[in-house]
């Protein structure tokens, strides 16, 4: 059993190797641990640092290009260097590495596919109270969205069997961690959560600028997510709301017309048909994209099946060597 622990870094000169002394160097289970960064278009030493400290494998970018992005291209390493079993954490040692075991364990008894770190955000002292409010708030909504039970959505320590991580898939390029619920959820993956400790602030967080902007991410993430697997509710609810309202002004044109007086309400009249045909044309705009749903889970398992093949050629070959994207 392998064990892999990928951590992004851009420009974690100063706090990797204190993130990497923290990592945990055996594991009830795992008869080999692994330790691989992606070098985000890091500007300072951070490679250097790594290389000296000894990590096993560095995938490297010439530019930055964001932490969904490195987060699949440091699973993609991992799975071609043969983890059965893949972690990642923050450069930042936000994380407490001794944690990582609890991670893990719910995979070695295979209960579970992924595993999330619930943090204490309430005791965590240098979250502000506007950010404890709304971390609790965009948990919500992705347990709503994605029908899971994650108390902590946005926590990036997590841990994927190699199955589940074959499956992945992110297609935006702001962060992995609530788009990889939503698929988890709405792809019957079994997800659980274990409660983790977190360390003191080293740096602050270079995720979101402001905690408008966040949220606005956030939220649009959300939104995409619960497109590509639910479209069929979506624009249901959505084309509800004109196709009720415009139900209504058709009955309220009719209690007119019954008592004689509808003639002074035609223009309602027009109104209610705008807004049902609206309701109505958003439902098959609805059912397209059901289709196209239905379309997109026939290339996951595409996907899945060529990374089976692709990946267990690799095995074969791969060296332990940088790696450059």
């Known amino acids: 059993m392998k064990l892999i622990i990928q951590i992004p870094c851009l420009n974690e000169a100063e706090t990797l190797e204190i993130a990497l002394n ?3 160097k055996h594991i009830d289970g795992i008869d080999e641990i692994e330790y691989l960064i992606i070098n985000d278009g890091s500007t300072d030493n951070t490679v250097e640092v790594a290389k000296k400290w000894g990590v096993n494998y560095v995938v490297s970018f010439t530019r930055n290009k964001g932490l969904a992005k490195g987060f699949m291209a440091g699973i993609d390493a991992c799975l071609r260097n043969g983890a059965d079993i893949i972690v990642n954490t923050d450069a930042d040692n936000q994380y407490c590495g001794e944690d ?3 991670l893990v364990r719910p995979i070695l008894e295979g209960k ?4 999330i770190g619930e943090r204490p955000i309430d005791q965590t002292e240098h979250f502000s109270p506007l950010k404890k409010k709304l971390q609790h708030f965009g948990s919500f909504v992705v347990r709503k969205a994605s029908k899971t039970d994650i108390p ?3 926590s990036g320590f997590r841990a994927f069997s190699r199955e589940a991580a074959m499956h992945l898939n992110v297609m935006n390029n702001y962060t992995y961690t609530l788009e990889t619920i939503v698929q988890a959820g ?10 983790i400790r977190t360390n003191g602030e080293l740096r602050k967080s270079r995720l979101f600028h402001s905690m408008f902007g966040y949220v606005k991410r956030s939220m649009l993430t959300i939104v995409r997510a619960f497109l590509m697997y639910r479209p069929l509710t979506f624009f249901s609810l959505l084309g509800m709301i004109p196709f009720t309202a415009g139900l209504l002004l058709g009955i309220r044109f009719l209690v007119y017309l019954f008592r004689g007086a509808g003639g002074g309400h035609v223009q309602s009249l027009i109104f209610a048909s705008t807004l049902l045909l609206l309701g ?12 196209i749903a239905n379309n997109r889970k026939l290339l996951e398992d595409i996907q899945y099946r060529v990374r089976r093949l692709d990946y267990h050629e690799e095995e074969k070959e791969t060296d332990k060597t940088d790696v450059k994207r």
């Open 112 to 115: 579970s596919d992924i595993v």
């Open 100 to 102: 990582i075991e609890k």
């Open 152 to 154: 902590d959505a946005p």
């Open 280 to 291: 109505f044309m958003t439902f098959i705009l609805g059912l397209q994209a059901d289709i």
């Open 186 to 195: 709405r792809t019957s993956m079994a997800i659980d959560s274990v409660p």
């Open 22 to 24: 923290d990592l945990p």
